[in-house]
């Protein structure tokens, strides 16, 4: 084997390998990213459940109370999983936006 | 038992089985958001270690046409868990730009 062709040979190995460990943490993104849309589609009917709740016996639709108790909650569970506290909340403050802008159409379509 | 006494109690069973569906959405939702808190978390590991790879083997940090394909993706995922594809688009856009600032911050530090 000549000099020339040991070396594009190894570069084309680690170019091989390196392809083959991205596509599987690409296919682990993937299945992630099916769990979190699920689970996502599973605390919306929750919470549209709850909103529900909420109009039948005249409870104020935001609760800053619990809020502040589930904030502080995903805090320590950020920690845990070792995901940035910061993101964790920037996350359920986006999570709850959506939340009340459903909340908020369920009125004006005033069912 | 007087009228008034029965009324009473009605309203408070009706109450009281309102705050205990409330109590048990809730605990629902807390549930889902540790599962949504460790996912992200498995998430970022990957896309971390995506971002390395890609630094060592001098690929490109974004890939336009594998975002395309998440996003088509999300939206057919979207529609069969109910969330609202153009929420699980906002969704993805949200986590993509996290992923981007975390690459940012590992290029800034030299890592």
Redesign the interface.
């Known amino acids: 084997m000549s000099d020339t062709k040991t070396r594009e040979s190894t570069m084309s190995d ?2 091989i390998r ?1 392809a083959e ?2 596509k599987a ?2 296919a ?3 299945r ?16 549209q ?2 909103g529900k ?2 109009a ?2 005249d ?1 104020p639709p935001s609760d800053p109370a ?1 809020e502040a108790q ?1 904030i502080a ?2 805090e320590e ?2 920690k845990e ?3 940035d506290p910061d ?2 909340k ?3 403050n ?1 999570i709850i936006a ?1 939340v009340i802008q459903h909340h908020r159409k369920h009125q004006e379509q005033g069912s």
Chains 1, 2 share one sequence.
């Open positions: 680690a170019t390196a460990v991205l943490h690409r682990s993104i993937d992630l990213d099916a769990i979190l849309v699920y689970t996502l589609g599973e605390r919306f009917a929750h919470t459940a709850v709740l909420k039948e016996h409870l619990r589930q909650r995903l569970l950020a999983a070792e995901l993101f964790a920037k996350f359920l986006f959506e």
